[in-house]
């Protein structure tokens, strides 16, 4: 038997106006898992537990088996081990954004938040601006100073690390603040003076870049800022194998989800051309967790475009990456699956990430499970009205790995 599990990050939504008062999910041509979700299980399970905060962090711990109310210190930790990153006893480190804020007359504390994602800057680009902007001498003495270093990873999402200090901090996710005046949200607390001073020499740096130029010219918004949020100090996870007697492979494009891959002791197979964006290698990811699946039995692929669409408000290509993930994943993916024998596969969004918010949202999610030896009769496609017909909500995101296991 193998086991495989789908993520399609912030597949869910409420009701959109532009599509007719229908979800994405509603909307997206998506026969494939509409098929399995028909012959399988379709219902709702809360994956953001009450008391912590709602994203793809807390959820995605919740859906491997990991309770975040116990194990979660901040998201950057995470994001931190999949990135290479080894944190040292005292270490605190950060999630930091390339984003993109305005370039109005004024301080840096008076911009406005315009992307957080630096106007979805593509890898090479982001890193090339990184590397400028470590190598200015001035900006480099003032990372020295504080005692600050940096992984970079080609995407927006980047790593810092201090040797020493307090992650007793309140810092704000871009995302949460699009089209926001950032003043409101600058960095408070324990260190927030020495945050706000890199943020503004890196602003000072960046928007002078050449690569920032053309892509004014270009009509795209420069990257022009880095953003500090999701602080944390170093994190163990129980392994995977030991909790559920299955070994495996995660196939993701964002370091978050590979490093809790790297903290629960699974292992993490990059793949060329893995963006975490709707021009993603599909094919690549498809192969890479059949691939795992010869000689392993368990496997998780996460597909991180629709949460991008829904945080860029962009409800017709939220819809189209529902349907590239049923074209592109699920078609290849089950003719696979089926060659490789019986299988279980468990299939859902990790968190709602709705239009109309263009943030996260910790209303439960729909699920699907489908076992190749069983027809339920449901009839329900995937959706929320669908998984709301059932009547039935799991309340623990973490019973969803013995669900998948058939424990």
């Given at each position: 038997?193998?086991?495989?599990?789908?993520?399609?990050d912030?597949m869910?939504?409420?009701?959109?106006?532009?599509?007719?008062?229908?979800?994405?999910?509603?909307?997206a041509?998506?026969?494939?898992?509409?098929?399995?979700?028909?012959?399988?299980?379709?219902?709702?399970?809360?994956?953001v537990?009450?008391?912590?905060?709602?994203?793809?962090?807390?959820?995605?711990?919740?859906?491997?088996?990991?309770?975040?109310?116990k194990?979660?210190?901040?998201?950057?930790?995470?994001?931190?081990?999949?990135?290479?990153?080894?944190?040292q006893?005292?270490?605190?480190?950060?999630?930091?954004?390339?984003?993109?804020v305005?370039?109005k007359?004024?301080?840096?504390?008076?911009?406005?938040?315009?992307?957080?994602?630096?106007?979805?800057?593509?890898?090479?680009?982001?890193?090339?601006?990184?590397?400028?902007?470590?190598a200015?001498?001035?900006?480099?003495?003032?990372?020295?100073?504080?005692?600050?270093?940096?992984?970079?990873?080609?995407?927006?999402?980047?790593i810092a690390?201090?040797?020493?200090?307090?992650?007793?901090?309140?810092?704000?996710?871009?995302?949460?603040?699009?089209?926001?005046?950032?003043?409101?949200?600058?960095?408070?607390?324990?260190?927030?003076?020495?945050?706000?001073?890199?943020?503004?020499?890196?602003?000072?740096?960046?928007?002078?870049?050449?690569?920032?130029?053309q892509r004014?010219?270009?009509?795209?918004?420069?990257?022009?800022?880095?953003?500090?949020w999701?602080?944390?100090?170093?994190?163990?996870?129980?392994?995977?194998?030991e909790?559920?007697?299955?070994?495996?492979d995660?196939?993701?494009?964002?370091?978050?989800?590979?490093?809790?891959a790297?903290?629960a002791?699974?292992?993490?197979?990059?793949?060329?051309?893995?963006?975490?964006?709707?021009?993603?290698?599909?094919?690549?990811?498809?192969?890479?967790?059949?691939?795992?699946l010869?000689?392993?039995?368990?496997?998780?692929?996460?597909?991180?475009?629709?949460?991008?669409?829904?945080?860029?408000?962009?409800?017709?290509?939220?819809?189209?990456?529902?349907e590239?993930?049923?074209?592109?994943?699920?078609v290849?993916?089950c003719?696979?699956?089926?060659?490789l024998?019986?299988?279980?596969?468990?299939?859902?969004?990790d968190?709602?990430?709705?239009?109309?918010?263009?943030?996260h949202?910790?209303?439960?999610?729909?699920?699907?499970?489908?076992?190749?030896?069983v027809?339920?009769?449901?009839?329900?496609?995937?959706?929320?009205?669908?998984?709301?017909?059932?009547?039935?909500?799991?309340?623990?995101?973490?019973?969803?790995?013995?669900?998948?296991?058939?424990?």
């Amino acid at each position: 038997m193998k086991y495989i599990l789908v993520i399609g990050d912030g597949m869910a939504d409420f009701p959109v106006e532009a599509l007719g008062g229908r979800t994405p999910l509603e909307a997206a041509q998506k026969p494939t898992i509409d098929g399995l979700a028909r012959r399988g299980i379709v219902s709702e399970v809360k994956t953001v537990p009450d008391g912590v905060p709602a994203g793809s962090d807390t959820a995605i711990l919740s859906i491997f088996g990991y309770d975040p109310r116990k194990v979660y210190t901040g998201r950057s930790p995470l994001e931190a081990a999949g990135s290479g990153v080894k944190m040292q006893p005292g270490n605190v480190s950060f999630r930091c954004n390339l984003a993109a804020v305005s370039e109005k007359p004024g301080a840096y504390e008076e911009q406005d938040m315009l992307s957080h994602s630096g106007g979805a800057i593509d890898g090479q680009d982001a890193m090339a601006l990184m590397r400028g902007l470590l190598a200015d001498p001035s900006f480099a003495a003032l990372l020295e100073k504080y005692g600050m270093t940096f992984t970079v990873n080609p995407s927006y999402r980047h790593i810092a690390v201090l040797r020493s200090g307090s992650a007793n901090l309140s810092t704000t996710p871009p995302h949460d603040i699009l089209g926001r005046a950032i003043r409101e949200y600058l960095p408070v607390g324990e260190g927030a003076d020495m945050l706000r001073e890199i943020m503004a020499a890196s602003y000072a740096v960046l928007k002078a870049h050449p690569i920032n130029a053309q892509r004014r010219a270009e009509g795209k918004l420069p990257a022009n800022s880095l953003w500090f949020w999701g602080q944390g100090s170093a994190v163990e996870l129980s392994p995977f194998a030991e909790k559920y007697g299955h070994t495996g492979d995660v196939i993701t494009a964002v370091p978050l989800v590979a490093g809790i891959a790297e903290l629960a002791g699974l292992r993490h197979t990059p793949v060329e051309g893995a963006t975490g964006e709707i021009d993603t290698n599909y094919a690549g990811k498809v192969a890479a967790a059949l691939r795992a699946l010869e000689t392993d039995d368990f496997a998780a692929l996460h597909v991180e475009a629709p949460d991008e669409c829904g945080h860029a408000g962009d409800a017709k290509e939220k819809v189209r990456a529902i349907e590239l993930l049923d074209s592109e994943v699920f078609v290849p993916l089950c003719k696979g699956l089926a060659a490789l024998g019986d299988y279980r596969l468990l299939f859902l969004s990790d968190h709602y990430t709705p239009i109309s918010t263009r943030t996260h949202d910790g209303t439960p999610v729909p699920y699907l499970l489908y076992d190749s030896r069983v027809d339920t009769g449901n009839g329900q496609p995937y959706s929320e009205a669908g998984a709301a017909a059932s009547g039935v909500r799991m309340e623990e995101g973490t019973d969803l790995m013995p669900l998948l296991f058939a424990r």
